[in-house]
């Protein structure tokens, strides 16, 4: 059973900084594909970034040259390292784990409990 554990949320005013983090555990196979994704209230839920084993990586346009993901070289941990933050950044993010990243928003997904940014101005 893949576990997710998110943390580093918080509050920032606009332009500062943010690292999130994501601990995870379980089988490998069932997490080949990691990404975040996120939730303001009132809106539908957004990846934000997608990174897969091989090392691709996938950014949402409204985060592109803001944010930056990465795994440690035990892909235990993943991290969101989100600059230049703006109000329209502020929501719930999740991590999220899937063997493949066609699968990361179904059922068969692996969520955290979310961590919240809020990004005044």
């Known amino acids: 059973q893949v576990q997710l554990v998110e943390s580093g949320g918080g509050s920032v005013q606009s332009g500062g900084s943010l690292r999130l983090s994501c601990a995870a555990s379980?089988?490998?196979?069932?997490?080949?594909?990691m990404g975040w994704l996120r939730q303001a209230p009132g809106k539908k839920r957004e990846v934000v970034s997608v990174i897969d084993t091989a090392g691709r990586i996938t950014y949402a346009d409204s985060v592109k040259d803001r944010f930056t993901i990465s795994q440690d070289s035990a892909e235990s941990t993943l991290y969101l390292q989100m600059n230049s933050l703006k109000p329209e950044d502020t929501a719930t993010y999740y991590c999220?784990?899937?063997?493949?990243?066609?699968?990361?928003?179904?059922?068969?997904?692996?969520w955290g409990q979310g961590t919240q940014v809020i990004v005044s101005s």
């Open positions: 379980g089988p490998t196979i069932s997490r080949r594909c």
């Open positions: 999220a784990a899937a063997g493949l990243c066609v699968n990361l928003q179904t059922r068969s997904a692996y």
